[in-house]
């Protein structure tokens, strides 16, 4: 009796781990905030900062105040928008859809290599967005994966690959244990996730060679760089 109810628990706990897989994490991080800046807010609706006096007259009558975050592409923010006509807290909106062009990020390697997506164009580009590199051992397999089907094409030049992750630097060298990958790695991503709205993790997005989004992918399995290079 106690043999098939392990068996069954065993069943269960497979299946709640298929369906994370297959669903992917979808997490919002609370954080504090430790770029404010008086200088940086704005009235969203007249377009004039707001000053210390008039800030805390409305944190006086919303602690939670909403603010509207602007980032620059090398995940900065540049801007605090207050909007009186909105009650709960927005990012700005850089949703794009297949065949738009993405965004020029700027980002900064554990190497302190600067990529900029614009230096970029004649390749194809794997956006990786990671959480914790504490974890990533667990997801291991799918980047090796990438790196295989990448080598495979022989075709490596044509390929840019970068995974953005939400970690300090030390822990990104400290998860991450794939030698001679194809990835460059970006500590501190998480402006560039609240930028580009990622909240799905992991998340992969590909660029064509011109820049424009080709596919998003929620899940490692379906992609085919092979394919996807020959459409870019």
Known sequence: MRKKAL????FIVNLQLLAQQQVGIQHERVRVDTEFSIDKLYN????KKISQKELNKLVEQNPNLPLERVYDNEG???????????????????????????????FKTIDGKTIKLKDLRGK????????????FRFKKHEIEEIDQKINA???QSEIAAII?????KQQIK??????????????????FQRKMKI??????IVLDKKGRLLEEFPMSEGINIQELLNKS
């Open 7 to 10: 068996l069954i628990l065993l």
């Open 124 to 135: 194809m580009v794997i956006l990786r967005f990671e959480m914790d590199a504490d974890t």
């Open 164 to 168: 953005i992750f939400d970690a300090s």
């Open 76 to 106: 900065n923010i540049i801007k605090y928008y207050y909007n009186p006509d909105n009650t709960s807290s927005l990012e700005e909106n850089n949703y794009v859809e297949e065949g738009a062009y993405y965004p020029e990020l700027v």
């Open 44 to 47: 969203k609706k007249t377009g």
């Open 153 to 155: 094409t022989q075709r």
């Open 199 to 204: 909240n799905r993790f992991p998340n992969t």
């Open 174 to 191: 400290k998860g991450f244990n794939i030698s001679n990958s194809n990835f460059n790695l970006v500590p501190n991503g998480y402006n």
